[in-house]
């Protein structure tokens, strides 16, 4: 399998606070690669890093490379612009956009690659939402709020949005963290049918999520890297004494 | 016990002053109203309608002076909205962190500048300026347009829209600041995963987000220009005159007030100001209600 993403010596800070330290780790592509850990280990920071998110709060800085598809996206030349077009985000909380309707929620970064065609965005904000597992609830209100979706169904349609705009590289941050278990098993569903498309990067505190969704877990601890191998053997077979303390469940 | 009638006593301090406020618009109301009577009494309508302003036959109408605070006002506006959201947008989303006290804090000074030293300022610096450059080089390019005929006199309509405008931009600057910086973070950065730019985060985010807030901003800017009056008394030419041209003098009902009100001898000439000072108040609650409307509006929309 070709990686898509190699990160070698990632460090990020907020001020002087340190949160992620010297991480070095391949993602696969089309695979699922989960990131697990404790709260407060860097686990969001460093997906946010990964599509020069992270730089958008204020003292926050980066250090390292990222490299997608051969290309550091830190280099001099790289816009995070464009590199945000080609590594989408799904936030922790749904987080659609609250001025804009179903409708143009998806369609608000179709629009912004320069798609005017009322029929070619129609279709793409169609083919997003049934993708995302939602077409069926909104369809005869797509017109209406966003904010009038449940938080699954607002979840869903941050994944449409981001979808839609066919990037090569999802992040989630504990997409269903703030979720109930149906919705939570829906998002799951929805990443096993669209992983064959995608290369995913989830975040996750809860280890079953990992190892049902996942093909390589990564597991952190205060802001480093203690192991990162295919989930199965993470899960059966951890090298690292405090990775099997986090997944038999003795910290954290 | 004791927390309960403690409760009751703030409760009742609360209430009496907060009767105190109804009371005065009340009272305001009705002085107004009394003093009003023998102009109402004389002249009835006609007043809204005539342009006459002659103490010495006793002949008045205000229609020129509503004229002059409603155009002045607008002008102000005009030129003060988008200056206001520049210097807010700058301050709120694109200006470095550590510069931003500092700019905003010369924004909300200019607030407190007493308006009679911009009326100095607009009467020996601007007006001049105006005379010798804006106004002929307008005159020049645009003159075709009634809105930019006649002489450079320096002096009128086009100087009180400027500098009420430039008296307004504070308050509408500050406001609209705190207003975009109640913009989630949550919804900026899903703009920004999404690939937009800095500027795309703006407009189709953060404006959006904002526009009830800055109808409110809006708002106070222009209730405070139709009832500012020593600087637009300096500059705007007081003269009680309804023209196309912004370069011609013109009056507002606040600048007559401050300069007649010591001169009107007879009672129907004082009745008539006060029926003008009527007219201020029914103008600027007319205006809140209308922009009150459009807030809640608004939200109800979303
Ligand atoms: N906006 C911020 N400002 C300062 N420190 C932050 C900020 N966000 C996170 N941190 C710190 O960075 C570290 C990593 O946080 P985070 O990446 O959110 O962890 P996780 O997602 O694993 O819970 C924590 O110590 C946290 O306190
Ligand atoms: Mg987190």
Redo the contacts between chains.
Sequence with gaps: MAKKLVIEHLNAWFGAVQAIRDITIDIEENGVTAVIGPSGCGKTTFVRCL?R?HE?V??AMVSGRVMLDGVDIYSKTSDP??V??RI??V?Q?P??????SIFENVA??VK??GVRRKDRIADTVERSLKSAALWEEVKDKLHK?A?TLSGGQQQRL?IA??IA?EPEVVLMDEPASALDPISTARIEELIQQIKERYTIVIVTHNMQQAARVSDYTGFFLLGELIEFDRTSDIFTNPRDKRTEDYITGRFG | MKLVTGDRAIRFIATIFASVILALIVLIVYELLKGSVPSIHKFGLKFLVTSTWDPVSEHFGALPFVFGTIVSSVIALVIALPVSIGIAVFLSELAP?PVRPAVSLMVELLAAIPSIIYGLWGLFVMVPFLQMYVEPALGRYFGFLPLFSGAPIGVGMLAGGIILSIMIIPTIAAVSRDIFNTVPM????????????RW?VIE??VF??A?SGLIGAVMLGFGRALGETMAVTMVIGNAPTIAASLFAPSYTIASVLANEFTEATTKLYLSSLIELALILFVISMLFNAVARLLVIRERTA?
């Design positions: 599509n998110i958008v204020d003292n612009v464009l945000r077009r989408g985000m936030f909380k987080n659609p956009f609250p001025t804009m608000a970064g912004l690659n709020p904010t941050c949005r981001t705009i | 962190r949550l919804y900026k950065e899903a703009g920004f995963a999404l690939g937009m730019t795309e189709k985010i959006p987000h526009r979303k």
